[in-house]
């Protein structure tokens, strides 16, 4: 990615500094891969341009452009106003770093790579707008570039591009797309009537700033870039600018190829691009929120999205009683003493404010550190709609308050009615007694704007605070004093700070204060709380501070044992282990903290267990002094003489489960703190029942196992049967299944033959691990006469995958047991509580859903333990993404089930696709590339699909638009050989 601001030299920035990086690469590997060292002869010869050309032919790059210098939005102008906050979304995450504009516009870059069908090319956006829409639904034509419009009101158009749209020459009547006419800057009426730019509603199409540039379009460009050193030399030598919206993209489009070529390399852009075309693609639902001035800022935070802002991050703030914070306040990572006010709908940023400071309403604070009185308060008031903020300079010491107007312009100058703190020029001159001379020197009227004006002075912080106030006109104005100080003293402009601003002292300086303020949090977190933050997050901001971040943890460690003794009857053991693990890895201790991990898992297990039937956790665990036969009312172990004659075989035969949404809201140890809630479906594939298990008694003492795969094994003593057991060790789901049944301590002399096969490929995702699971508890109760409902079965599952070191949760023995499509919800307690609702919906809708559906095998083997343990991690670690994720899948559940009841497939659809994007933030390698690939095959088709299960690959489910869509996907699905899947047919399994 490249970051570019203002008017660029665009191939130097772009391309050639880059470009050289990668010919010293490629320059210097043989053809057999080894490395060679590289000579300027080897670049003479063309051959490193030929890889160039094709290494970056192949790559998605992304260039932002930054803004400019941030004049309308001062404030800004230190950080660049890309990286300007924006807590969207936060709410989820107050522990976090802060959101930046930044964040936002690179994860809608990245769903744009879809759009690019997983070829190379460029794709360009501006850093001073957020464009909320999907990037992945783009329609993008091949062999061009294509800027991104949407319609827009005339009074908006006129203060940004305008694309001229053809009305006769479109790609095609669906996809919105159309050739570009023409581009305008900043048009007027007038301007827009006469180049027929108006739309037939009376809008206009906006230039979002958005470009994509594909297929041979790019590869024009790549060869220009490689082949430029001496137009890229030539234009340095002159001087002279190329700007990259007008310059580069008039180059596309041929009304503007005169103008351009009277513009530096102008001739060379237009001979070298101008082959090829440029495209609109009007982005209909696209929301274009410009970060063009402070106002705009202010307004995108409290205007009509303002339910989308995280008001609180990050930051430390004091009691009610003993502040006034309008709750409409924006806190980000700042520290607010007692005795401050703030008003509504402010913004605080990466500042610490003492006691004794008024802050107005609609204002804007960053990076003021206001240090309090020795003995007495500071006293300093900003009033309602003003920006102040504070930099450090370089090359000494000095930090300097700046300031200005919520609406002021930088730009406009005083001939013009420009202004300073809401106040005309001329009546602030008057009112101070202020010289122009002693703001400006020699520049003309038209030139006497805020942005060169020698205002701010750079003095002891109280002597600039008090300076502030007068200059504000909040102090006695004729205080000839103030006048003095300030004519005195050393001053700067705004223009002159944008070139004396110390950005490596900047950054030292916030993120020190963002670790200080996150140490803050944790030790309250530890001393005062119960464990409810997310004290991994918290550790990674302190250790920001180099020399000391470490010791703090090594302080936060010392107080663990403490905390565990005063909540053990409160905070669960797996998280107060998880907590020490991760302050043990803060404290750079590897060894403990991988140690420390088998306590956890061991805690969950033993919490499972625990939750599952209150004292099983003490006898399934204490393996030194074996498995107590009775461990579970109602399993009747005791058989008798009689019964011992009698040989007894039972077969159990299950289906596999299929879920719509839900998972990870059944697994522990959420399930055993919160509620849960999963749609799934119980099928057969290929007409039979995949998943059973046979088991015989035998009047030989011993147990022999054997599956599907021509394992076998002999146990002659059961009871020596005891965990931990080897990960590849093929028994020891049925080695888990005699424990927790109680079957392997009969002290009769009966013996056991048991057999099992499943008949679906390795790592579906279908749940069959657990289902096998079930089917095995089933029989071996059925075998002793135990309790072997489903639900009591469904629990001992839960405790045998916490045994087995797999983990996982209910729905998968749950979609297993009980037939057809079922609503499971789980309460956590002692014991843990799960209530099956089965969907009794029409025929018609089984039906509709049976032809819609398409139960693929996507030939990606996946392994859910990885998964599961990343994401119980991140669960134990209260990572509050994972947290308010996992609600809205449980929340999805919900509104499935009433989707199906309604007959709603199509809405079905939309859930699953919500459910797969939330699968994809829990985990980002519940995809890959050969799944993203059969998804972007396969969605035409398609109003919803999803892996099952964790995801990582297995089972997909394809719920398409209609029937004959349906139809249609299976039969290219079947015929395509780009794609190594398998369509499978399944039924519903409705009943035992």
């Not at 075989?649 to 839900?662: A, M, N, Q, T, Y």
Request: one cysteine or more.
């Amino acid at each position: 990615m490249v970051i570019v601001s203002g008017r660029v030299l665009l191939l130097s920035m772009l391309f050639f500094s880059w470009l050289f990086i990668i010919r010293g690469l490629l320059a210097v590997q043989r053809a057999d891969g080894s490395l060679d060292s590289a000579s300027p002869e080897r670049f003479d010869n063309g051959v490193p341009d030929l890889l160039c050309i094709d290494f970056l032919a192949k790559k998605h790059i992304l260039l932002l452009h930054a803004g400019g210098d941030s004049k309308r939005v001062p404030w800004a102008n230190p950080m660049g106003k890309v990286f300007l906050p924006l807590p969207y979304l936060a709410a989820d995450d107050p522990d976090g770093p802060v959101p930046l504009l930044f964040d936002h516009i690179l994860a809608i870059s990245s769903c744009a790579r879809q759009a690019f069908k997983n070829k190379g090319g460029l794709f360009i956006m501006t850093g001073d707008v957020l464009p909320c829409f999907d990037a992945s639904n783009m329609f993008l034509p091949e062999d061009a570039s294509c800027i991104i419009t949407v319609p827009i009101t005339l009074d908006i158009a006129s203060n940004h591009g305008v694309v001229v749209a053809s009305k006769t020459a479109n790609l095609d009547a669906i996809s919105s797309v159309s050739l570009v006419e023409n581009l305008l800057q900043k048009p007027s009426k007038e301007e827009l009537v006469e180049s027929q730019a108006l739309l037939d509603d009376g809008r206009t199409l906006l230039d979002t700033g958005i470009i994509a540039v594909r297929g041979k379009a790019w590869v024009e460009l790549v060869n220009l870039a490689c082949s430029g050193q001496s137009l890229i030399l030539q234009l340095l030598d002159s001087k002279k600018e190329m700007s990259l919206y007008e310059d580069l993209v008039a180059a596309w489009v041929p009304t503007k190829h005169e103008w351009l070529r009277k513009r530096p390399l102008g001739e060379e852009l237009v001979n070298k691009l101008g082959k090829q075309q440029m495209f609109s693609y009007c982005a209909h639902e696209l929301l274009f929120l410009h970060f063009g001035t402070s106002s705009e800022v202010l307004d995108h935070l409290s205007g009509a999205d303002s339910g989308l802002v995280g008001r609180r991050h990050l930051c430390s703030i004091p009691a009610t009683t003993t502040s006034d914070i309008a709750a409409s306040a924006i806190i980000l990572s700042s520290e607010i003493a007692p005795g401050v006010s703030v008003g509504e709908d402010t913004l605080i940023y990466d500042s610490s404010i003492s006691s004794g400071i008024q802050i107005g309403s609609l204002s804007v604070v960053v990076g003021i550190n206001i240090p309090g009185g020795v003995q007495d308060p500071v006293r300093f008031m900003l009033p309602d709609r003003h920006c102040i903020w504070e930099v450090p300079l370089s090359g000494c010491n000095d930090r300097v308050i700046v300031y200005c107007g919520l609406h002021d312009n930088p730009k406009t100058s005083m001939s013009k009615d420009g202004t300073f703190c809401g106040r005309p020029w001329k009546k602030v001159l008057r009112d101070l007694h202020i010289q122009e001379t002693d703001l400006w020197s020699s520049t003309g009227d038209s030139e006497k704007c805020l942005w060169n004006a020698k205002i701010f002075p750079i003095l002891p912080y109280f002597e600039m605070l008090q300076l502030v106030s007068w200059l504000m006109g909040l102090r006695d104005q004729k205080n000839q004093s103030m006048l003095i100080l300030w004519r005195n003293s050393p001053r700067m402009s705004l223009e002159a700070l944008h070139r004396s601003i110390d950005f490596q002292k900047m950054c030292l300086g916030s993120s020190t204060h963002q670790a200080d303020l996150a140490a803050g949090i944790a030790r309250a977190c530890i001393s005062y709380g119960l464990l409810g933050r997310n004290l991994f997050q918290l550790c990674e901001e302190i250790l920001q501070i180099e020399k000391s971040g470490a010791e703090i943890c090594k302080d936060f460690l010392a107080m663990c044992p403490s905390l565990q003794v005063q909540n053990s009857n409160i905070v669960p053991k797996s998280r107060a282990y998880q907590v020490k693990a991760d302050l043990l890895r803060a404290c750079r201790d590897e060894m403990l903290a991988n140690d420390l991990e088998s306590k956890v898992w061991a805690a969950v297990a033993d919490e499972t267990a625990s939750a599952v039937r209150y004292g099983f956790k003490e006898n399934l665990l204490d393996a030194s002094h074996g498995i107590p036969a009775l461990i579970h009312q109602g399993n009747k172990l005791d058989i008798g003489a009689e019964e011992q004659n009698l040989l007894r075989s039972v077969k159990v035969e299950l289906p596999v489960r299929v879920d719509f949404v839900g998972g990870w809201s059944d697994t522990p140890p959420w399930s055993l703190e919160r509620a849960g809630c999963v749609l799934n479906m119980a099928i057969c594939l290929e007409g039979s029942l995949p998943i059973g298990t046979t088991i015989k008694t035998t009047r030989t003492a011993g147990v022999l196992v054997s599956d599907d795969a021509s394992n076998e094994l002999f146990v002659q003593d059961p009871t020596s049967i005891v965990p931990p057991f080897d990960s590849d060790d093929p028994f020891r789901l049925v080695k888990c299944a005699l424990l927790v049944t109680g079957v392997i301590h009969d002290k009769k002399s009966m013996g056991l033959e048991i057999k099992t096969w499943a008949n679906v490929p390795r790592g579906s995702g279908l749940g069959t691990s657990s289902i096998l699971a079930a089917a095995v508890v089933k029989g071996l109760l059925q075998i002793i006469e135990g309790d072997d409902e489903e639900e009591n079965v469904a629990r001992l599952v839960l405790v045998l995958e916490q045994l087995m070191g797999t983990g996982g949760g209910w729905q998968d023995q749950i979609g297993g047991l009980y037939p057809g499509i079922k609503f499971t919800t789980s309460f956590p307690g002692i014991p843990l509580r799960l209530q099956v609702i089965p969907l009794l919906a029409s025929p018609e809708l089984m039906l509709q859903l049976h032809r819609r559906l398409l139960v693929v095998f996507t030939g990606q083997v996946r392994l859910a333990r990885k998964v599961l343990q990343n994401v119980v991690t991140r669960y134990l670690r209260r990572d509050n993404l994972l947290v308010s994720s996992i609600k809205r899948l449980a929340e999805l559940a919900k509104i499935g089930r009433e989707a199906l009841m309604n007959g709603d497939i199509d809405e079905l659809g939309d859930i699953m696709m919500e459910a797969w994007r939330l699968h994809q933030e829990l985990d980002p390698f519940c995809s890959n590339e050969s799944v993203d690939r059969f998804f972007e095959f396969a969605e035409p088709y398609c109003c919803g699909y999803k892996l099952v299960g964790a995801g990582g690959g297995g089972f997909a489910l394809l719920l398409a638009k209609d029937v004959d869509r349906a139809d249609e996907l299976r039969h290219l699905l079947s015929q395509t050989s780009v794609l190594d899947v398998k369509v499978y047919d399944w039924n519903i399994f409705s009943e035992f």
